[in-house]
T-cell receptor
Framework: DTEVTQTPKHLVMGMTNKKSLKCEQH?????MYWYKQKAKKPPELMFV???????INESVPSRFSPECPNSSLLNLHLHALQPEDSALYLC?????????FGEGSRLTVL | AQSVSQHNHHVILSEAASLELGCNYS??????LFWYVQYPGQHLQLLLK??????LVKGIKGFEAEFIKSKFSFNLRKPSVQWSDTAEYFC??????????FGSGTKLNVKP
């Protein structure tokens, strides 16, 4: 199994909603990542978890809250988002210095 | 902060033309280097990677890249492009085990 699975694939939410994005991998990778990709832009690193501990937070606003419940799961909790947060959110994992990406969750904030 | 630069933002080629996309990075330590491709409406796919050893690496679909340490470069090449290579190409650099950063991307349009 060499997949990173992200759910939901599409999410539409209002600015007052609370929602979560989920990511799962069963490759035994101990580093997991959230990236944000706007249209026609490169992926931007948001958070890195290493051995289930947050190791990198790239100055992301607190309306994005990551969580790593165990070594296979990574969540991104969303609250009070802004329309400019609409983007493709990519989860990735790595073990041997190579990133494996999921297909992403496309988020639209109304 | 470390940076990854892709100087070609938009490249237009005819089929069978040769391709070279530039990538430079600023980190002076040990790095892992990658090229990813993103076809329209699809997710990122790994084209090729360099960790160590032979600086000329071959990837999928006839792509190759050369690591030149003295120039901090990792340019992507393909001798003869096809219409199906139309996509966006991202260079990425990994360092300190779990830090990965992407260049701004190069959009390639191949005319049939």
């Amino acid at each position: 199994d060499t997949e990173v699975t992200q759910t939901p694939k599409h999410l539409v939410m209002g600015m007052t909603n609370k929602k979560s994005l989920k990511c799962e991998q069963h490759m035994g990778h101990r580093a997991m990542y959230w990236y944000k990709q706007k249209a026609k832009k490169p992926p931007e690193l948001m958070f890195v978890y290493s051995y289930e501990k947050l190791s990198i937070n790239e100055s992301v606003p607190s309306r994005f809250s990551p969580e790593c419940p165990n070594s296979s799961l990574l969540n991104l909790h969303l609250h009070a988002l802004q329309p400019e947060d609409s983007a493709l959110y990519l989860c990735a994992s790595s073990y041997t210095g190579e990133l494996f990406f999921g297909e992403g969750s496309r988020l639209t904030v109304l | 902060a470390q940076s990854v630069s892709q100087h070609n933002h938009h490249v237009i080629l005819s089929e069978a033309a040769s391709l070279e996309l530039g990538c430079n990075y600023s980190y002076g330590g040990t790095v892992n280097l990658f090229w990813y491709v993103q076809y329209p409406g699809q997710h990122l796919q790994l084209l090729l990677k360099y960790f160590s050893g032979d600086p000329l690496v071959k990837g999928i679909k006839g792509f190759e890249a050369e690591f030149i340490k003295s120039k901090f470069s990792f340019n992507l090449r393909k001798p003869s492009v096809q219409w199906s290579d139309t996509a966006e190409y991202f260079c990425a650099v990994g360092y300190n085990f779990n830090k990965f950063y992407f260049g701004s991307g190069t959009k390639l349009n191949v005319k049939p």
